[in-house]
Each structure stands twice: as structure tokens, then as C-alpha cells.
């Protein structure tokens, strides 16, 4: 893992069954993976999972990730009845929960997604982000899948890294679920990142890995 040269990174993400407006519990459950959690379980619950990318091999010998795009893979369409978004994030830091609550997007005044003003993040820790809005359908005749895609986004710099991990954060964002019965579905993904693997000048890499800690200290 230590050399130089193109590398493609790849990992694939369980999907997750959300089923809200259920009594017990309620207003949130989720079934289909152990590794997503409920980070806000209010009328309008926020999901998460997270994993990462293992450059240590790369960071022991000093090696430097450039980023050269990014491209993620689904294993079905996402549906469901309920309006929901998902954003995707790979960053050079771990975004806690507080900031993904904080950033809810169906709220009248939502706070930005990390990388955007109000978040503590900075754009230079984004590597890639993307965020896709699902929501009612009247032309979908099925009542259990009437969601279609309404609007998609993405930020991000693609900056180099000379850290050990890249940080891989799922969010879904519901909307109002009073209703009971509501449902979505979000498939496996697969992450691929394509990076060149090289070798910097030292004064470029020390400024790198140092930018690095600043912003794990900030955060």
C-alpha cells in the first residue's frame, strides 16, 4: 500500500429501511444494517453511518493523496412515501452529530452542511459532498413509492491529504412525519475515489500535515 502512483479507493455502505410514524417506537425505526444510528429522534428523525478510508500505509511513508474524483454507486433507486435527502460527505475530518443535526435542511432557517458558512467546517476539509432532494410524486401510482428525485447538488475542493483516514459520512434528513406509515429506502452505496499516490517536497508535506492538525484541533 505504500507506493506511488493511481490507486482507486473503494467502499460499499449498507443500506437502511427507515419506518416512521410508528407507535412504538416512535417516530423513528430502522431495520437492514446495525451500522446506521438515529442522531435526532424528534417528528422530523436525521440518520447517519459512517466509515472511512485507511491511508495509513500511505502516511507512514509519507505519501500524499491527491484526489482525482469521485463517483458513488447504488445499488437500487431510493424510494419510498415519505420525503427525505441524502447527503454524502468525504472529508479529511470526522464530522460529529451535532453538526449534522444542526444542519438539518427542511428546517425554515437550516444551518449549512459542513464546508458552508455557518458550519465549523471548512470547505478545504470537504473533499466531496453531494446532497439529493426525494420528495412527493402525484405521478407515482404506487403508495408505498411515490418519492422521485426533485433536485441534487454537490460541493466540495477534491484537496490533497496527507492524513490516515478519509472520513465517509451518509445523512438522511426526513421531513414532518406525522403521519404513521411513512417509509424510506435507501440502498448499499459504493464509495470510489480515484487518487494519485505521490511523493511531496518536504516543506509542502510538513504545511500539509499541519494544516491538518489545525483543523482536528479547531473541531
Keep these: 500500500m505504500g507506493s506511488e502512483g493511481s490507486r482507486l479507493l473503494d467502499i460499499v455502505l449498507d443500506g437502511v429501511d427507515i419506518a416512521t410514524g410508528s407507535p412504538t417506537p416512535y417516530p423513528a425505526q430502522i431495520a437492514g444494517s446495525p451500522n446506521w444510528e438515529i442522531l435526532d429522534n424528534a417528528l422530523a428523525p436525521t440518520f447517519a453511518m459512517r466509515t472511512y478510508y485507511d491511508l495509513s500505509g500511505y502516511q507512514v511513508n509519507d505519501l500524499t493523496a491527491l484526489i482525482q474524483g469521485v463517483q458513488i454507486q447504488e445499488g437500487f433507486a431510493p424510494y419510498g412515501n415519505l420525503p427525505f435527502q441524502i447527503v454524502d460527505i468525504i472529508s479529511t475530518d470526522y464530522i460529529d452529530n451535532d453538526t449534522l443535526v444542526a444542519a438539518y435542511t427542511y428546517d425554515a432557517l437550516p444551518g449549512d452542511l459542513p464546508g458552508f458558512n455557518d458550519s465549523t467546517y ?93 483543523y482536528l484541533d479547531n473541531n
Excluded at 411515490?146 to 472520513?167: E, F, I, M, S
Design 122 to 214: 471548512d470547505m478545504m476539509q470537504i473533499i466531496y459532498g453531494s446532497i439529493r432532494t426525494y420528495d412527493t410524486n402525484t405521478n407515482l401510482a404506487n403508495p408505498l413509492a411515490n418519492v422521485g428525485l426533485a433536485g441534487a447538488a454537490t460541493w466540495g475542493t477534491g484537496t490533497a491529504t496527507a492524513g490516515d483516514k478519509l472520513y465517509i459520512t451518509r445523512v438522511v434528513y426526513t421531513s414532518d412525519v406525522g403521519a404513521p406509515s411513512t417509509v424510506a429506502n435507501i440502498p448499499p452505496s459504493n464509495y470510489v475515489t480515484g487518487a494519485f499516490i505521490t511523493k511531496e517536497p518536504d516543506l509542502e508535506y510538513i504545511m500539509r500535515l499541519k494544516r491538518s492538525y489545525e
